[in-house]
């Protein structure tokens, strides 16, 4: 079974997605946390979505303690295929991601990092998550439910099934892309 590890701020309806998208095809999931984020909330969350994600914390500016969590993760789930960092703002993590070297690197942001480049160059495919226009979907919010997943939802959904087209045999040739989702009803 692939292993797709997932590294984001916080587990919201995005994050949600993205493991329920892996997860439907085939994917084991680890999610990394930041150390801020509320654990026990979290795995509340994806319980009663029935995630069978592998939820944990990790102090993701501090790329000693970063290293020290993806050799565990190595050790008890194997060697992740697939890696995702999810609107994080430390780039610490990129050089721990890189050293995964055979996994698929895919970023999820929001608006374009300084650390764009460097990205490219690493190998990182790129998701820029924009709404075009007035009226446009606003970003992901805190009101929005996470039972939404569930459902063809717009840009949550297209930003999950970009990722997993990233991790997949098809782009194996795509490396350094960025790729701007606008929101969904624009792509369906």
């Known amino acids: 079974m692939r292993l797709c590890v997932i590294f984001a701020a916080r587990f919201d309806s995005e994050v949600a ?3 329920f998208c892996f997860e439907q095809t ?3 999931i680890v999610l ?3 150390h801020d984020a509320d654990l026990a909330c979290s795995s509340q969350q994806a319980g009663d979505l029935e995630l069978a994600a592998c939820i944990e914390k990790c102090e993701m500016d501090d790329s000693a303690t970063l290293q020290s969590t993806m050799e565990d993760i190595r050790t008890r789930h194997g060697v992740p295929d697939v890696l995702i960092g999810h609107r994080l703002k430390e780039i610490t993590w ?3 991601m890189q050293a995964f070297s055979p996994a698929r690197l895919i970023l999820v942001l929001e608006q374009p990092a300084a650390t764009a480049p460097a990205m490219q160059a690493a190998g990182f495919n ?3 998550v924009a709404h075009a226009g007035a009226l446009a979907l606003p ?3 805190e009101e929005e439910p996470l039972a939404l997943v569930r459902q063809r939802g717009g840009r949550a959904y297209e930003v999950a099934m970009l990722a997993l087209y990233l991790a997949s045999s098809e782009a194996a040739h ?3 892309a960025t790729m701007t989702v606008h929101s969904g009803r624009y792509l369906s």
Request: hydrophobic share 50%; charged share 5%.
């Open 17 to 19: 997605t993205l493991c």
């Open 26 to 28: 085939g994917y084991r």
């Open 32 to 34: 990394l946390l930041a």
């Open 94 to 96: 990129l050089s721990v």
């Open 126 to 128: 790129t998701i820029l």
């Open 139 to 141: 970003l992901v919010s």
């Open 174 to 176: 795509i490396h350094g």
